[in-house]
């Protein structure tokens, strides 16, 4: 199977220049994608680009990816509604420095003729004035050619600076870099990319006479139109200290079955007779999740580690009853603390362990309503402390404390407290 014909049944293909079928069967391809670096880690949006290049990869073809440590200073309006804040070079940077390292988890740089390779178009940018790219570059490009796309026409009633309009011609300029530089024939991309990188073939061709291609990618949207790879707390990340492995792990397990479908296709190399296989498996046992699960092991185990993911699914594991205290305590914080957020909390200080198990629980915490509430549940064995039932001599202390600062009570099946101490 070609590489196009991967991403076709797939569903990873929005839009195609014709010819590009045809460059891909004719020879070893250069092809790239360019990463924004306006944070200091990619997230989940970026994993369907991350993906493509791994499939190029894998195809026999060269993946660059471009990272935009000049373009980052302009910033791309292509399906923004308002001016983003602009960047330092030292923030930049960082961000660059940052997200090349995740990169190199998913791509192989030693492979040969078709290793991949990270650029920073800054490295060109920064030797070119304004005055010689307006005249070696601008001259080629009309300005009815630029209002004509959709980043520019969207934005012409709440107004667009000319940074932000000349950003296509800065994009344009890096595929003709890389086309005249690295032969890079075809430039790949998000949907809403489109603009930007037809005005880099149509450059190719103006300045050189020379043919470029491109492939665009849908944008993927969850089944109730939500966006995907946002929650409430904002992007899921690929940067455990900006979201935590067990959440970036949950955010898979809790995707629909609809969704699933999709996401499998898109997200994990499973071949297309082991993916119709775990569908088949799914639809027979949905409750199971098989089909969550699979994405969610194998995007897991490779965005972080087999370690981390073994984590994450204990820390999954623990809302169901099925852990030890041993399995709390060897949580980090961040993945204990988002595993309990949302429960009620309570807080006390070291020196009420003194205080005894039902006066902490009925009158330090309110966890209970008396200490005769209290003293009957323990008794009836409905409560557990740290995921252990316990019995009426149980008595809190420091050695309980997970993480040296917190307690987790369970009363009856679901109901779960946290307790702080200080």
């Not at 660059?96 to 190199?104: F, V």
């Not at 209002?147 to 344009?172: H, N, P």
């Not at 993911?309 to 594991?317: H, I, Q, V």
Request: proline share 2%.
């Amino acid at each position: 199977m070609s590489f196009v014909e991967e991403l076709k049944w797939r569903g990873m293909i929005h839009d195609m220049i014709p010819g590009t079928e045809d460059q891909f069967k004719k020879e070893l391809t250069t092809a790239y994608i360019g990463f924004d670096p306006t944070a200091d880690s990619l997230h989940v949006g970026s994993l369907v680009q991350i993906m493509i290049l791994v499939h190029l990869q894998k195809k026999g073809h060269k993946p660059i990816a471009l990272l935009g440590g000049a373009t980052g200073m302009v910033g791309d309006p292509s399906g923004k509604s308002k001016e983003r804040n602009l960047l330092s070079k030292e923030i930049l940077s960082y961000n660059l420095l940052r997200i090349k390292k995740q990169l190199e988890k998913f791509l192989d740089f030693n492979c040969g003729k078709n290793s991949a390779e990270v650029i920073d178009n800054y490295t060109w940018f920064e030797n070119i004035s304004f005055l010689d790219f307006i005249r070696s570059t601008g001259k080629h490009i009309s300005i009815n050619y630029m209002m004509a796309k959709d980043s520019v026409k969207s934005r012409l009633e709440t107004g667009m600076s000319f940074t932000e309009f000349s950003y296509q011609l800065v994009q344009g300029f890096d595929f003709y870099w890389l086309w005249k530089n690295h032969n890079c024939k075809v430039q790949l991309g998000g949907s809403d990319q489109w603009g930007n990188i037809v005005t880099g073939t149509e450059l190719i061709r103006r300045k050189e006479s020379g043919e470029a291609f491109a492939i665009t990618t849908p944008l993927i949207q969850k089944v109730d139109g939500t966006k995907f790879g946002k929650t409430e707390e904002g992007n899921i990340w690929l940067d455990k200290e900006k979201t935590s492995v067990y959440k970036f792990y949950q955010f898979w397990l809790n995707s629909s079955d609809e969704d699933a479908k999709n996401y499998i296709k898109i997200f994990t190399l499973k071949s297309k007779s082991e993916i119709e296989q775990i569908i088949t498996e799914h639809e027979k046992n949905p409750h199971l999740r098989l089909l969550q699960k699979s994405i969610a092991n194998e995007v897991t185990e490779r965005v972080h580690n087999a370690d981390e993911l073994e984590l994450a699914k204990k820390a999954s594991n623990i809302l169901f009853g099925k852990s030890t205290t041993a399995d709390l305590k060897s949580l980090d914080e961040q993945t204990f603390l988002s595993i309990f957020e949302g429960v009620p909390q309570h807080q006390i200080k070291k020196i009420d362990l003194k205080e005894g198990t039902i006066n902490i629980l009925a009158e330090k915490t309110n966890i209970f309503t008396s200490k005769g509430e209290a003293r009957r549940l323990i008794q009836s064995n409905a409560i557990s402390v740290n995921q252990e039932k316990i019995n009426i001599d149980f008595i809190l202390s420091k050695k309980d404390l997970i993480n040296n600062q917190y307690i987790l009570v369970k009363k009856g099946k679901k109901d779960y407290f946290l307790i702080t101490v200080r």
